[in-house]
């Protein structure tokens, strides 16, 4: 379980909204002060994420809290939303090209473009039924854990 403290912002309809920070693992090697992502982390700066999490332990709005979230969930999440679309965009061209080569196309490209394209278009649809057949299911949701013994500040700038 990959777990995160945050703070409780509010409850509406039964659903419990919380607060993150985002961090950025930048400052954390050596290559810190030539690296391209950590000065582009240095402008974008520390935002904070509203979210929905599920409230098993009855937490009040302000309440600092551990939040939870499923490991496999999280890669099997990350893997569709990124690698289907580009799975479908190579697939699909290569039997762009398969079927431009069959036909005696000379200049094949722009088949295997709009190939592409349709396999591209067609994976961001199978991320979308995805993320709809998901929406309610409770091992992809953040899930609070336990009120965090420390306090923190979340100072939004």
């Given amino acids: 379980m990959i777990t995160e403290n945050a703070t409780v912002v509010s409850i509406e309809n039964n659903q419990t909204w919380i607060e993150t920070q985002r961090k950025s693992a930048c400052g954390q090697c050596s290559a810190n002060k030539g690296c391209g992502t950590s000065v582009l982390s240095k402008v974008i700066g520390n935002k904070l994420s ?8 009855n937490a009040q709005v302000g309440d600092e809290v ?4 499923n490991e496999s969930s999280l890669l099997k999440g990350a893997f569709v939303i990124y690698m289907l679309p580009l799975l479908f965009l190579f697939l699909f061209s290569i039997v762009g090209q398969f079927v431009a080569q069959n036909i005696g196309i000379p200049n094949d490209e722009l088949l ?17 039924s995805f993320s709809t057949s998901i929406e309610k299911n409770e091992s992809y949701q953040p899930v609070i854990l336990k009120k965090s013994t420390h306090s923190s500040v979340l100072v939004n700038l």
Wanted: zero cysteines; aromatic letters at 10%; glycine letters at 10%.
């Fill in 112 to 128: 295997v473009i709009i190939f592409a394209a349709v396999g591209f278009f067609l994976g961001m649809k199978k991320v979308k």
């Fill in 50 to 57: 509203k979210m929905k999490a599920i409230n098993k332990i």
């Fill in 66 to 69: 551990i939040v939870g979230l």
